[in-house]
């Protein structure tokens, strides 16, 4: 064997596609990779201009490369990537190095391609998200940002965060530390403990006050995420979003929770000792003073419920992992002692652990006293059923009453008319809708579900816990 077809038989083996292209780009010769990578048999190829099977966009750019590589006088290289198509029509992106080194011994200019359609188009698939992910913070009402490891650099920060930080990205960006000028005075500390702990690796999740030119009245709640790199840190990111409004209606639940629970306490307190004093003088009123004591009480009762409401939609801890099966057994347990004349069945509770709201526990109370509270002889019948479903746990509490009203099944289902709150009875069927609601669950009701009218199916579905 020559020493040429040695050579041969060896470039016939290489993965990158070599060829051998005269002036005027036409193939003299081509290696076997040529069909793997584009499925041509060499043959079909040789003879054949190289430029006619690159894509027309690329095609004017390849052969001004090529020509100037093979008239430059001295020894030059050039790199070049282009659609080359293939034998069934479709197109690979090749990376092609071409050279002016030439010899009697070769009938033309080496130029080797390898397949780069991987690598192409991965970079093209990053660099449309990152687009699209610049044109979703140009537009977000969020504070979208990310900093170096030591906070000293800025590597993106969007818009919004001169509306609500009330500061300059270009300040920002040429001195980070602007960043805590913005931060309350009062917050600062805490901010930059939570740099801190980003900066050491750790996740944080903060409220904090901003913005002095508006008196740092504005509320961010912020999220922080280091990203690390082999255990190491190395850039820090999140978002900040404005909270201002969810703070204000906050305060102004708690300042009515207050007012209207001490006046209403104090008020009712004074009616029900009045009561007291008028049963003990004048015992032929007993009637009368028994209505106004069941109202009071029913009035005092509904104060706590509204305490329990507002607690539960100002508190903004996240849902926890809840025991399901304990927490209602440990409910079934609790209405039984305070109602032992009644009766509640339990027809099976399968272990199921949720993810939930810690006011879960409130709801299914609220669920089983409302069947005695609206008894007639306070002695109903209530059947009780946990099941774990494919989706995570199913709650049925079954009643013997006169149906449910469907201004009162709307609150439940959450099909409500906040025009109509004034007519439901109570809130408490409103504790169970917003602890069920913030557990990501729902409610079900059938109202009347035997033949006179009768008997109610309330039906609490609730996620899975998380593995």
């Not at 082999?230 to 305060?251: L, N, Q, S």
């Not at 029913?298 to 926890?320: G, N, S, Y």
Request: proline share 3%; net charge negative; aromatic share 6%.
């Amino acid at each position: 064997m020559s020493r040429s077809d040695s050579y041969g038989v060896l470039l016939d083996k290489a993965q990158d596609k070599v060829a051998l292209l005269d002036e005027t780009g036409t193939y003299t010769y081509v290696n076997a990779a040529a069909e793997r990578i584009l499925g041509f048999d060499r043959d079909e190829l040789v003879g054949t201009n190289a430029f006619e099977y690159i894509h027309p966009q690329e095609r004017r750019a390849v052969r001004r490369t090529f020509e100037g590589a093979i008239r430059t006088p001295e020894f030059t290289e050039a790199t070049t990537e282009y659609r080359h198509r293939t034998r069934d029509g479709s197109w690979v992106w090749l990376e092609s190095r071409m050279s002016n080194l030439t010899d009697g011994e070769l009938d033309g200019f080496v130029v080797s391609s390898r397949n780069v359609t991987d690598r192409v188009e991965a970079e093209r698939g990053r660099a449309e998200a990152a687009s699209h992910l610049r044109e979703i913070a140009a537009v977000s009402n969020d504070v979208l940002w990310m900093f170096d490891a030591d906070w000293s650099e800025v590597l993106f920060v969007n818009p919004a965060y001169e509306d609500i930080y009330g500061a300059s990205v270009d300040e920002l960006r040429g001195d980070p530390d602007l960043f805590l000028d913005a931060v309350h005075p009062e917050d600062r500390a805490a901010v930059e403990e939570a740099m801190e702990l980003l900066a050491a690796g750790k996740s944080t999740d903060m409220e904090y006050r901003v913005n002095p030119g508006e008196n740092y009245n504005r509320w961010v709640w912020v999220q922080g995420e280091p990203i690390t790199e082999d255990g190491e840190v190395v850039r820090i990111t999140g978002f900040a979003k404005d909270i201002t409004d969810r703070r204000r209606r906050e305060r102004q639940l708690v300042v009515m929770d207050n007012l209207l629970r001490h006046n209403l306490r104090n008020d009712l307190n004074i009616v029900l000792g009045r009561v007291e004093e008028l049963e003990a003088d004048v015992p032929e009123a007993a009637e009368h003073t028994a209505v106004i004591r069941r109202v009071g009480e029913r009035l005092l009762d509904t104060a706590q419920k509204e305490r329990e409401v507002i607690e539960l939609i100002t508190d903004q801890r996240e849902t926890d992992r809840i025991d399901l099966r304990s927490v209602v057994a440990e409910c079934v347990e609790t209405i039984r002692d305070r109602h032992p004349e009644g009766s509640i069945a339990v027809d099976g509770l399968d272990a199921v652990t949720v993810d939930g709201h810690c006011e879960l526990r409130s709801a299914v109370i609220e669920l089983l006293e409302n069947t005695f509270q609206h008894s007639d002889d306070g002695t109903p019948t209530v059947t009780v059923r946990l099941s774990r479903t494919d989706d995570g746990a199913e709650l049925v509490v079954e009643d013997d009453l006169r149906a449910i009203p469907a201004v009162e099944a709307n609150v439940l289902t959450g099909d409500h008319d906040m025009t109509h709150v004034y007519h439901s009875s109570g809130l408490g069927f409103w504790l169970v809708y917003w602890s069920v609601e913030l557990s990501n669950g729902s409610v079900a009701v059938d109202a009347g579900t035997e033949g006179d009218g009768r008997g109610n199916r309330i039906t609490v579905s609730l996620p899975q816990a998380a593995e």
